[in-house]
């Protein structure tokens, strides 16, 4: 079946700090991949997406790149800031089956 | 403005008395989802829509009902709850899933506490 894993956490670091958070994902055929944030106290909301291998999903300064090969989607940022604190949702759709690993709380102190 | 508006945000009821949340969406989308967020374990999918009298089960239905009748509306059942249905649920839209196109829009929440 169809299954999303990324990387415990919390995950705390200081302003201008790189960020990394992993996300592998397991599923027959070509799934559509996403990563979703969620602010304190909000729903969540689309940060980026990719559609295809090879793509990469870019937004507010978050890049992932979704690589078949190590069925991976890995979300990246070169400077946090704090206002980067949330929850960060890796997540797949493949023949209309909605799936999101677990979340990764990330802390980014001034 | 476009959005997905849940009422009410806040519930704290007791075991056995049937409740219902309430979703409404204002874009028009066919697809709607109902998901509950479970500490360490991330949003799981209770019932989902892909357009008006058509529901399916998602990953944990057990205790839960959804109803379709309009297009904008997808309100989730409580008929007897329990203290395992605490937890934080989002009703979600899009404007359909088509292999992962279009992304889906989610309400603010509801927290659900059942003692």
């Known amino acids: 079946g169809n299954s999303v894993t990324q990387m415990e956490g919390p995950v705390t670091l200081s302003e201008e700090a790189f960020l990394t958070i992993n996300c592998t994902y397991t599923?027959?055929?070509?799934?559509?991949l996403f990563w979703y944030v969620q602010y304190p106290g909000e729903g969540l909301q689309l940060l980026l997406k990719a559609t295809k291998a090879d793509d990469k999903g870019s937004n507010k300064g978050f890049e992932a790149t979704y690589r078949k090969e190590t069925t991976s989607f890995h979300l990246e940022k070169g400077s946090v800031q704090v206002s980067d604190s949330a929850v960060y949702f890796c997540?797949?759709?493949?023949?209309?089956?909605?799936?999101f690993g677990a979340g990764t709380r990330l802390t980014v102190k001034p | 403005e476009a959005q997905v508006t849940q009422n009410p945000r806040y519930l704290i009821t007791v075991t056995g008395k049937k409740l219902t949340v309430t979703c409404s969406q204002n874009m028009n989308h066919e697809y709607m989802s109902w998901y509950r967020q479970d500490p360490g374990l991330g949003l799981r999918q209770i019932y989902y829509s892909m357009n008006v009298e058509v529901t399916d089960k998602g990953d944990v239905p057990e205790g839960y009902k959804v109803s379709r009748k309009e297009k904008r509306n997808f309100p989730l059942i409580l008929e007897s709850p329990s203290p395992n249905q605490t937890s934080l649920y989002f009703c979600?839209?899009?404007?359909?899933?088509?292999?992962?196109?279009?992304?889906?829009?989610f309400g603010p929440g509801t927290r659900l506490t059942v003692t």
């Open positions: 997540a797949l759709c493949n023949n209309n089956d909605m799936r």
């Open positions: 979600a839209s899009s404007p359909g899933l088509a292999g992962g196109v279009y992304e889906q829009y």
């Open positions: 599923a027959t055929g070509y799934p559509s």
